[in-house]
């Protein structure tokens, strides 16, 4: 995969919807600050008038359908949501903004996601928040997979920032095969994500468990080891995005956006 990477000027230099942001720049902290500007600017980029927009889940999704709502006000914009789990659907009916499905749109125009890390090569890591599932699902019905993050998450390679480990979301009666079978074959340490809220393990929105593999970091075939993995009986889906992300949006400390693509 061919990368480049592009670094924007300070948030003064941003066009002039952005403008707003450099007024509250220092209300927030450098980490708050970084995910809205890089939200912003995809949205700004990516979202068209009449279009199907899928939404992300997470922190930085926030400040994406924060700016999306601005604008179809401001400019009486039409456009579908799409929600990757429980928390995008209320964020969107929150905002007042249009809800749709993929029985309805199966191709969406593009996708406004976070990630928990992304490496030099634009793999990611998702599932942090435990909708990894229906994310992949809804990034895979279109060809603009576009990622908002935070400097934290930018990385040369997985593993170096992101210590909390790849999820993976299984059927429960799987989970101890599975979790035996991966340290087997690949090593590291693979454990079931426990509720904070709850006694038992955290729940998907799809009624599964969450593994979260602590691997080596000698690891680096992520395609085939994405692979392997899916194919393991009892296995939902892996927290490893590869290939799928077309655009990186970093908001760095000093309010300037790095692109990579």
């Not at 964020?91 to 749709?100: E, H, P, Y």
Request: charge should be neutral; charged fraction near 20%; proline fraction near 4%.
């Amino acid at each position: 995969m061919v990368v480049a990477t592009v670094v924007h000027k300070p948030i003064g230099a941003l066009t002039k919807s952005c403008a707003s942001i450099s007024r509250n720049f220092l209300k927030m902290g450098p980490l708050e600050n970084a995910k809205k500007i890089a939200a912003y600017k995809a949205v700004d980029e990516y979202v068209k008038d009449n279009s199907v927009i899928g939404i992300g889940s997470g922190s930085t999704v926030i400040h994406a359908v924060h700016r999306l709502a601005e604008r179809v006000k401001e400019e009486n914009l039409n456009v579908i949501c799409i929600p990757t789990s429980f928390q995008a659907r209320q964020l969107t009916l929150n905002n007042c903004l249009t809800l749709g499905d993929l029985e309805t749109y199966p191709k969406l125009d593009c996708v406004i996601d976070g990630a928990d890390e992304v490496d030099c090569d634009m793999n990611l890591i998702k599932g942090g928040g435990g909708c990894l599932l229906q994310e992949k699902i809804v990034a895979s019905c279109t060809n603009q997979l576009v990622i908002v993050a935070d400097y934290t998450k930018n990385s040369q390679k997985l593993g170096e920032q992101y210590k909390k480990g790849i999820p993976i979301e299984v059927i429960p009666m799987a989970y101890t095969a599975i979790q035996r079978r991966i340290e087997d074959n690949y090593g590291g340490n693979v454990k079931i994500r426990m509720a904070l809220a709850k006694a038992g393990p955290v729940v998907t929105d799809n009624g599964n468990f969450i593994l979260d593999w602590h691997f080596p970091e000698a690891l680096s075939n992520w395609d085939q080891i994405n692979t392997e993995i899916s194919m393991i009986p009892g296995v939902v889906e892996t927290g490893l995005f590869i290939k799928m992300a077309k655009k990186i949006f970093f908001g760095m400390p000093d309010g300037s956006v790095k692109e990579q693509s």
